[in-house]
C-alpha cells in the first residue's frame, strides 16, 4: 500500500504522454471505442515500465515478511496464504478438471 503513490507518480506522465503519441491518436482518429484504445494502446505502453518496481515491490514485501515472521510478528495468515493457494491451484497441471 506505501508504494502506490510512487507508482501513480511514475504511471500519470507516462499514460498523459503516451495519450499524445501519435498511433493513439491514429486510433482515435479512426473511431475506435475509448476502452479498446485504453487497453490496445495505452494499458500495453504502460506494462513495461512498470515492471522494474513492480519487482522492487515484490521484493521488498517478501523481505517485509521474512523479518516480522523472524521477530515472530506474522500477519494474519489465512488472509496472506489464500491468494498463494488460489495461483497454485490456478496453475497446478495435476489439478485441471476434466470435461
Known amino acids: 500500500m506505501p508504494e502506490i503513490p510512487r507508482v501513480v507518480r511514475l504511471l500519470g506522465p507516462l499514460v498523459l504522454s503516451?495519450?499524445?503519441l501519435a498511433f493513439v491518436e491514429a486510433a482515435v482518429s479512426s473511431g475506435r471505442r475509448d476502452l479498446k484504445i485504453i487497453r490496445r494502446h495505452i494499458l500495453a505502453s504502460t506494462i513495461a515500465?512498470?515492471?522494474?518496481?513492480?519487482?522492487?515491490?515484490?521484493?521488498?514485501?517478501i523481505l517485509i515478511e521474512a523479518s516480522l515472521?523472524?521477530?515472530?510478528i506474522t500477519p494474519d495468515e489465512l488472509a496472506v496464504n489464500l491468494p498463494g493457494d488460489g495461483l497454485g491451484d490456478r496453475l497446478d497441471p495435476r489439478l485441471t478438471r476434466r470435461l
Not at 515500465?49 to 521488498?60: C, E, K, M, N, S
Not at 515472521?69 to 515472530?72: E, P, R
Open 18 to 20: 503516451t495519450r499524445e
Open 49 to 61: 515500465p512498470l515492471t522494474v518496481p513492480a519487482t522492487y515491490i515484490i521484493a521488498a514485501a
Open 69 to 72: 515472521s523472524f521477530l515472530g
